[in-house]
């Protein structure tokens, strides 16, 4: 340091100059204002982000426990003793609620354990965990461990539905704070307890194999209920939610058994499971049942017919009565977690499976009928496609069967792609896409239902493996001629409850024309049986006797009680495209003949309607439906209105036991109950029919191509009564015996003359013609029969004899019939010409021949 004088007075010049003091002065400002600007720019920055933090929060959306309920559930179906069937999944609904007493506690710990392990600890975040992951996201560099707590969880899925579209980060942390925030504001409200948090979280998840909450999850993989699954089994769904796809255990057991393991880790840790308890799951053979279960979920996949005619009638009452649009009903059937009971026997629809499933039980020569349809691309990218319709042309012109009928699916599959090569190469196309499937001939449907209350029990709705739901179902969809099924209802029923006929009214059997000149004819021929009675005429299914009928009665009443009886698919007036107008209300109407057929199961309800005493009862596939809630959202109640008397049905009723005693419909009958039934066929034998009951059941059994190609054999003419019996003798097999219907008030007997259908006399009762019917009591006959008398009788020509006649002798003849011709004055000569002379003496040879 400098102390000398020069030195002493340098630095007190420096000291006293002004420029030091300025500079300083100067940085010392600048870094004030540096130092301010900072702390103003973090304070703006702090005020901003508090404002932006608070103005996220304040955006968040209004939480509660019923904006974290999930949303969608299966509709589940149940049959008659309870047992569920099927459930009804639209995409994303595959979810069916279990209250947490029916989630066992393994399985809850199962979930905590590797989901949120401070669970019921924190306040709806997990502030430990959220730093756990953060150091190992620095350290790894990895920031894909969640901090996530299973109330988290919950509002991501229930509340930010849209997480997954997310695609900035500022995104993800805009709902990442507010999901936590809302995590806290749950947790603090009244009445939302931790069971609360976890029974909707366990309800919500996404299991894999589009299922969506543990219950779906347990029937899914493992085919029981949530509260019957073992530790193993819960580790197993525990193991999935972090990634449905990975930890599958259909489709990735390898991966669920680590995840598993890691989950069976945890909870013994954690406390929540024993050592042997823990070693005892570890060592389960889990995944062997799984995979079992799949292989068995896989093929019950398709609906059966009952519950695809069930459906439909669920769409049809949801809208109707209900109120719902189209699209309304829909959400509800398959999102809405309805509770559908329905009315389906199992133990009927096992043995009608059975039968109609068997091959043996059909006719020899079944034949597949082809059904096609290509779709190809020209050069210009234009898509062209080829009918099926146009296959049978092709087919018709190389060839093939026309109707594209074959021998056995090979054939029909080589017959497909002859002609998908010829389309593709004489169109110059690439091909596209094909449709292709074969169905076994003759097909058939059935229809059995309890007639006291409409409820139908089982369908069959084709033969042959039901490939898809929804496919046709011939029981419910499709409409066949009735053939001869309709001569009971829209003939006989009329004409015994409006019009004063019965079993004993006779009509001729004889050559007769419809009002159009069009002859009527019998299915025998024309061996015409002459005098019948209306009993004989339902027995043997006499056609000219039906159509009479109905003629006396009109065609227009016989369409009203056929809508009564609840067809549905008959024609009033229609008027075609080319002009021409239809109408059912015609004499064929008997014979079945009409525009458009029936549909199995409304001919069922018809014939039903006879086994009801005359009251009709609206089909019923279900009895009520309960929403999500538990809310009885349709009561299906019985719907009837009466038809006919009892009378009149008891006397349908006992003719046509005798269809199946000694009629036309012998081959339905079988042992240890009493049947009545009708036949039915149309002329050109395109479609048979047996409908008929017991004091039991009612059931309807069709069978035809269709195609409507012809049924050739006699085997597969009387197919429909195979099925009708095979079928109804099985379900009758463990009911107690019955020797007779129920008769009703108002029905007494008489004895009548079959060839006049009047009071039998003695002399009918000689000529054998008498017999004993029933009747209405206020439709008997007051007239006695006149048709057969005793008195003399030529016992040479069976007429009314002279009182001369050689060869009178006392018997019976008709009050119409003329005398004889012997007379004595001309020496018994013959008036009529070219007999020629008798000799008297030769009476006895001439009576004799």
């Not at 292989?295 to 719902?324: C, H, I, P, R, W």
């Not at 080829?386 to 018709?396: I, L, P, Y």
């Not at 024609?571 to 495209?577: H, K, L, N, P, Y």
Request: one cysteine or more; glycine letters at 8%.
């Amino acid at each position: 340091m400098n102390y000398s004088k020069t030195g002493a007075k340098r630095r007190l010049r420096q000291l006293q100059s002004p420029f030091p003091k300025l500079s300083n002065m100067f940085v010392t400002a600048f870094f004030a204002a540096v130092v301010l600007m900072i702390i103003a720019a973090i304070t703006i920055g702090t005020t901003a982000s508090i404002g932006a933090f608070r103005g996220i929060l304040a955006s968040s959306p209004e939480i509660s426990d019923k904006d974290i309920r999930p949303v969608g559930y299966s509709s589940v179906v149940y049959d008659s003793d309870g047992n569920q069937t099927t459930k009804l999944v639209a995409a994303d609904s595959n979810r069916i609620y279990q209250t947490i007493d029916k989630i066992p506690l393994d399985l809850q710990h199962a979930f905590v354990a590797i989901e949120d392990e401070r669970f019921y600890q924190h306040n709806g975040i997990d502030l430990k965990g959220i730093v756990r992951a953060a150091v190992t996201g620095i350290k790894t560099r990895d920031f894909s461990q969640g901090a996530s707590t299973i109330t988290q969880q919950l509002i991501k899925n229930n509340v930010f539905t849209d997480w997954t579209s997310e695609s900035s980060f500022i995104e993800k942390l805009r709902r990442k704070i507010q999901e936590q925030f809302l995590a806290v504001e749950l947790e603090k409200q009244e009445g939302v307890t931790k069971d609360t948090i976890l029974e909707l979280y366990l309800n919500t998840i996404n299991l894999g194999q589009n299922t969506l909450g543990v219950q779906a999850a347990s029937l899914r993989y493992f085919n029981k209920n949530v509260s019957d699954l073992n530790l193993s089994e819960c580790a197993v769904i525990a193991g999935i939610t972090q990634n449905p796809s990975k930890y599958n255990p259909i489709s990735h057991p390898d991966n669920n058994a680590e995840r598993r393991a890691k989950v069976l880790k945890n909870m013994l840790t954690q406390g929540y499971i024993t050592e042997s308890a823990y070693n005892e799951a570890l060592d389960d053979d889990v995944y062997s049942r799984i995979q079992t279960v799949n292989a068995e979920t896989e093929t019950n996949t398709v609906n059966s017919y009952f519950v695809d005619a069930l459906t439909k009638e669920l769409m049809k009452d949801l809208q109707e009565k209900a109120g719902f649009t189209e699209t309304q009903a829909y959400n509800q059937l398959y999102s809405g977690g309805l509770s559908i009971y329905t009315t389906q026997d199992p133990a009927i629809q096992a043995i009608a499976d059975e039968f109609t499933g068997d091959e043996s039980n059909y006719p020899a020569g079944t034949q597949y009928l082809l059904d096609y349809a290509l779709t190809g691309e020209d050069s210009n990218g234009e898509y062209q496609s080829f009918s099926n319709e146009m296959m049978q042309k092709w087919f018709k012109e190389n060839g093939y069967n026309s109707k594209a009928l074959f021998d056995s699916p090979e054939e029909a599959e080589a017959a497909s792609q002859a002609y998908k090569s010829a389309m593709l190469t004489e169109n110059n196309l690439k091909f596209v896409s094909e449709n292709i499937s074969t169905t076994p001939q003759p097909q058939i449907s059935f229809t059995i239902s309890d007639p006291k209350t409409g409820e139908i029990k089982a369908i069959v709705g084709g033969r042959g493996t039901k490939s898809a739901s929804l496919t046709l179902n011939r029981a419910t969809d499709t409409t066949r001629q009735p053939g001869s099924t309709f001569k009971v209802l829209a003939a006989y029923a009329p004409a015994f409850d409006a019009c004063g006929e019965g079993l004993a009214t006779v009509e001729i059997d004889e050559p007769y024309t419809y009002s159009n000149g069009r002859e009527v004819n019998n299915w025998y021929g024309k061996a015409y049986k002459g005098a019948c009675t209306l009993r004989y005429g339902i027995e043997q299914s006499l056609n000219i006797i039906a159509v009479k009928t109905i003629t006396n009665v009109t065609p227009a009443l016989a369409f009203k009680y056929l809508q009564d009886f609840g067809i549905t698919t008959l024609v009033e007036r229609r008027v075609g495209s080319d002009g021409q107008v239809y109408s059912d209300i015609q004499q064929p109407l008997a014979l079945g003949g009409i525009t458009d057929g029936v549909e199995n199961y409304e001919l069922n309800a018809a014939y039903g309607t006879i086994a009801n005493g005359g009251v009709y009862v609206k089909p019923r596939f279900y009895t009520k439906v309960l929403d999500h809630d538990g809310n009885v959202l349709l009561d299906n109640t019985i719907e009837s209105h009466r038809v006919i008397k009892k009378t009149t049905a008891y006397l349908l009723t006992s003719a046509m036991e005798d269809v199946v005693t000694k009629g036309t419909g012998q081959t339905a009958n079988f042992e240890g109950q009493i049947i009545a039934g009708k036949t039915g066929s149309t002329s050109d034998e395109k479609d048979v029919w047996f409908a008929g009951f017991t004091p039991y059941y009612v059931a309807t059994a069709w069978a035809g191509y269709d195609n409507n190609t012809t049924l050739g054999t006699k085997e597969q003419q009387r197919l429909a009564r195979t099925v009708w019996k095979g079928i109804m003798e099985k379900v009758h097999a463990n009911l107690p015996k019955t020797e007779e219907f129920e008769k009703p008030d108002g029905i007494v007997e008489l004895a009548v003359c079959k060839k006049s259908g009047k009071l039998a006399t003695d002399a009918c009762k000689l000529a054998g013609s008498a017999y004993t019917e029933y009747f209405d009591q206020d439709n008997i006959p007051t007239e006695s029969c006149t048709t057969h008398m005793v008195g003399n009788v030529c016992s040479l020509t069976g007429l009314r004899a002279n009182d001369t006649c050689p060869y009178k002798t006392t018997g019976i003849y008709s009050a119409d019939t003329g005398y004889c011709p012997h007379n004595a004055a001309n020496g018994y000569t013959f008036l009529t010409p070219g007999v020629g002379v008798i000799d008297p003496n030769a009476a006895a040879a001439g009576a004799a021949q």
